[in-house]
């Protein structure tokens, strides 16, 4: 920061977790979907089930008649201010009157099969089911539809910037993909926080984009005119930390030894953005103090003290309490970038743009060709695994998945299906996965009983296919560690 300002004690930090309400308006069921056989780009539209006056009752299907009762629900594109009715899906492969939707009075959504194709919630086949929150509802062979929970309107952006609104379901001019509630509430607050002058610390898990956050602050900022300096911090060796962050004079420590601007010099008027600032020793992370203060700082060899007028953003994957409290308390700017599974209905979109990106790179395939061919897109078994797996390193994990897919099938096809080598990374048997219907939550409970609770042991217990499907039953159940 430059000068002596003091930083404003205000902290503006996003909220990941899944609000009640947003921006004052209450949630409302939605179906939003994450794979649709004959029109990919439909990945990301959304059903809003909101009850208006004697609106209680809707239908889905093709074309745009009412069956005569019941309004017929048209997918949406909602963006912060805005829903905008798509045109009518119009395949021959579904009914007219396919699905009949209404909320539940015990939430989640009350979906009836009324069609030719059969409805599978969570992959059962069923002709009436109530999906709750986070489960799948599929027409089969047609659509994929997550149900969850979002904003009739999404509040709009207190500040905006064209670079981050990109074409629907797209990268933004920054890389980022997503338009849930929690995508587009941290491109907001990437708007505000930009144009202040405070340092700022961008939180949230491994692989969920904070370098990319870091970036886009820097590009929108006054300073984007001068080069972002980046550097990991975990990388920095503890032994000459000051003379990487703080450079040296020339011949110190030794003659003929050449003068080093450090991070802090190169940065002078930009951003300095230091990666993984959690992973600093505690001891270490004294040497940031003067500097988050005023920019005050001294090259090793220098007997004066500089003030740099740069803007710091740190990054980490740790619990904040895991910093310094004088350091955490210097950055009064906060953002906490939103994990995948806060935001599932996002997964396709990004593993669309990443597959898109490899097929783009992949120069033999189109030599082959002859010709650039129309991008691969997603199998529904590609698309429907990757929604429901838990991710470690989220993003990165899904370029990982996604390329492997692409490398079984040898980039070829128009759909990439889940083959051996994705499966594997994601978890999957290679064999069909068993029937779930018979697991009911009492056998559940029994099992974690007779296994002390040892997951590992109670899914094989059960016959399931992996740890993850006891998972997913156990979210549907809202069963927690402490049960059974």
Not at 150 to 169: E, H, Q, S
Request: charged share 30%; hydrophobic share 40%.
């Amino acid at each position: 920061m430059a000068g002596n300002a003091k930083p404003e004690t205000t902290t503006l930090e996003s909220n990941s977790a899944a609000p009640r309400e947003v921006g004052g308006a209450p949630l409302i069921d939605a179906l939003v979907v994450v794979w649709c056989r004959d029109e990919p780009g439909r990945t990301g539209e959304a059903l809003l089930l909101q009850a208006e006056g004697e609106r209680s009752s809707f239908v889905f299907g093709r074309g745009e008649a009412s069956d005569g009762r019941r309004e017929r629900l048209r997918l949406v594109r909602q963006r912060p201010g805005e829903v905008v009715e798509t045109p009518a899906l119009d395949t021959p492969r579904l009914s007219r009157v396919q699905l009949a939707l209404r909320a539940h009075a015990e939430g989640g959504i009350q979906v009836d099969n009324e069609g030719k194709r059969a409805l599978l919630v969570d992959g059962r086949e069923e002709t009436s089911a109530r999906a709750r929150p986070g489960q799948l509802v599929e027409i089969r062979g047609q659509m994929a539809l997550l149900c969850t929970k979002r904003p009739a309107a999404m509040p709009a952006l207190r500040a905006t910037d064209p670079r981050l609104v990109p074409p629907f379901g797209e990268a933004d001019a920054f890389g980022y993909v997503g338009e849930s509630p929690e995508a587009w509430r941290l491109r907001g607050e990437l708007a505000v926080v930009a144009r202040r002058r405070e340092h700022v610390l961008v939180l949230g898990e491994s692989g969920v984009g904070k370098e990319l956050i870091a970036q886009a602050i820097h590009a929108l900022s006054a300073r984007a005119g001068r080069k972002l300096v980046a550097r990991n911090a975990a990388t920095v060796p503890s032994g000459i930390i000051d003379a990487e962050l703080f450079g040296n004079a020339p011949n110190y420590p030794n003659a003929g030894m050449s003068e080093r601007l450090g991070l802090v010099g190169e940065a002078e008027g930009s951003t300095l953005f230091l990666d993984e600032i959690g992973e600093l020793p505690v001891e270490l992370q004294t040497h940031l103090l003067r500097l988050l203060d005023g920019g005050d700082y001294q090259r090793l060899g220098e007997s004066r003290r500089r003030t740099a007028d740069i803007r710091l953003v740190g990054a980490t994957n740790r619990p904040i309490e895991q910093l310094r409290a004088d350091v955490a308390a210097r950055f009064a700017v906060r953002l906490r970038a939103p994990s995948l599974h806060d935001r599932r209905e996002d997964v396709p979109l990004i593993a669309r743009h990443l597959l898109h990106r490899i097929a783009a790179d992949d120069v033999p395939v189109s030599r082959r060709s002859g010709r650039r061919a129309a991008p691969p897109e997603l199998s529904r078994d590609l698309a429907v695994a990757l929604v429901q797996h838990l991710y470690a390193t989220h993003v990165r994990e899904v370029y990982n998945i996604v390329h492997r897919a692409y490398l079984d099938a040898g980039g070829a096809g128009p759909e990439i299906p889940l083959e051996d080598g994705a499966r594997e990374m994601l978890g999957l048997s290679s064999e069909p996965a068993v029937q779930t219907r018979e697991v009911t939550r009492e056998a559940i409970v029994e099992a974690l009983a007779r296994n002390g609770g040892v997951r590992e042991k109670v899914w094989r217990d059960l016959g399931l296919p992996n740890r993850y499907v006891l998972k997913r039953l156990m979210r549907k159940y809202a069963l927690g560690d402490d049960e059974g």
